[in-house]
């Protein structure tokens, strides 16, 4: 079992950054695959980033490559998402996931999933 706790939202100005972090329980952390996914009111949950275990594989959606960053510490047992020039597009609730299986997009595919935490973007 593992879990996983969000932070680091908050409210910004366009333009602006913020960075979150997704802190995990458990021994495993290092083996598991992790991405990030948000969800906007009224939307369905989208994929943002994901990272394998060693972090030398990154897949991020077309809509943040080039601003946000997604890397991990395996030390720590956390994994970041460095957000930079958010827009008001970028609102949402962003959650972490962990997957045991391989690196992916599809939410369906991740086993473990935090609370979430909500990122504002005032314009």
């Known amino acids: 079992q593992v879990q996983l706790e969000e932070s680091g939202g908050g409210l910004v100005q366009a333009g602006g950054s913020l960075r979150l972090s997704c802190a995990t329980s458990?021994?495993?952390?290092?083996?598991?695959?992790m991405g990030w996914f948000r969800q906007a009111p009224g939307k369905e949950r989208e994929f943002v980033a994901t990272i394998n275990w060693s972090g030398g594989r990154l897949h991020y959606a077309d809509s943040v490559k080039g601003r946000f960053t997604i890397s991990r510490d395996n030390r720590k047992n956390t994994v970041y998402l460095q957000m930079n020039s958010l827009t008001p597009e970028d609102a949402a609730v962003y959650y972490c996931?962990?997957?045991?299986?391989?690196?992916?997009?599809?939410?369906?595919?991740?086993?473990?999933w935090g609370r979430g935490t909500q990122v504002t973007v005032s314009s």
């Open positions: 996931a962990a997957n045991t299986g391989s690196i992916s997009v599809y939410a369906t595919t991740y086993d473990y």
């Open positions: 458990g021994r495993t952390f290092s083996s598991y695959y």
